[in-house]
């Protein structure tokens, strides 16, 4: 099992940006994706963006162009640099790794 911290959200006001960072307790790049999911009250938990074990990214069409997903190997980290953010970007952001571990989740809250 792995141990993910994520931290970084905040309330930030539309257009600007935020940065998450997901700590993960042992080095896993190697054979697993790692992922960014949210879920906004009422909703379904969501994919949001993805980092593959070779490093190939993925994105929801709703963040494409505004969101990034980079990883650091040596800190086991993954990031989401989150940028121009809307309100409908409110929700609890969660990292995972290929959808077998969760993070506790960390509240992004983006005001009009």
């Known amino acids: 099992q792995v141990q993910l911290v994520e931290s970084g959200g905040g309330l930030v006001q539309a257009g600007g940006s935020l940065r998450l960072s997901c700590a993960a307790s042992?080095?896993?790049?190697?054979?697993?994706?790692m992922g960014w999911y949210r879920q906004a009250p009422g909703k379904q938990r969501e994919l949001v963006a993805i980092?593959?074990?070779?490093?190939?990214?993925t994105y929801a069409d709703s963040v494409k162009g505004r969101f990034t997903i980079s990883r650091d190997i040596a800190k086991n980290t993954v990031y989401l640099q989150m940028n121009s953010l809307k309100p409908e970007d409110t929700a609890v952001y969660y990292c995972t790794t290929a959808g077998i571990d969760w993070g506790q989740g960390t509240q992004v809250t983006v005001s009009s």
């Open positions: 042992r080095s896993i790049f190697s054979n697993r994706f």
């Open positions: 980092i593959s074990s070779g490093g190939s990214t």
